[in-house]
């Protein structure tokens, strides 16, 4: 499971480390002006991370170099979950409070808005979750794909019942 994991990472390091730099932008942006929406540039942020990379991974045949590992099913979900769910949460909004911090610091005079940069980073959590389990669902049979069966949904959600990726 952290071989997936490292793997996932070390193939989009260019790709997370680009949505990082955004974060702290957005981060900075949020706290200059914590009267505007932000909800549609959070989802954009939140979904690279997570749901689009998974599914750029997916749709390359990813999962018939997987399969073959001495890996469950559950295991292989678990792992795509971990990258691509609760560390890019954490990453994101560690990034939103430093970029808030950094804006913060040099402009004494405004207010620290914890309370927006809370709800971006919950935002940015459940967008990385609706997005994980839509992508494992929607991967089921795709077009292209040979006939080679994707992981059901239940895989998504890590259940002990799924037993094999095929």
């Known amino acids: 499971m952290k071989r997936v ?7 989009w390091w260019w790709v997370l480390a680009l949505v990082g730099v955004f974060e702290f ?32 991974d997916l749709r390359r045949g990813v999962v018939r170099a997987i399969a073959p590992l001495p890996l469950t099913a559950r295991q292989i ?5 971990i990258a691509t769910v609760p560390f890019p949460a954490i990453a994101l909004a560690v990034l939103l409070f430093a970029g808030a911090g950094t804006f913060s610091y040099v402009h004494p005079t405004k ?16 967008w990385l979750g609706t997005g994980f389990i839509a992508i494992f669902g929607a991967m089921r049979r795709s ?19 799924c037993s094999s990726l095929a």
Do not use: H
């Open 77 to 81: 979900g678990r792992g795509w979950w």
């Open 5 to 11: 994991m490292l793997d996932y990472f070390r193939r």
């Open 143 to 161: 077009p292209g794909t040979r006939g080679i069966p994707r992981p059901p949904l239940s895989l998504a959600c890590c259940r002990p019942s």
């Open 111 to 126: 207010v620290f808005p914890a309370g927006r940069l809370a709800w971006a980073s919950i935002y940015n959590l459940m």
């Open 25 to 56: 932008r957005f981060g900075r942006f949020i706290a200059d002006r914590p009267e505007d929406n932000f909800e549609f540039w959070g989802m954009m942020l939140a979904m690279w991370p997570g749901a689009i990379l998974l599914s750029y």
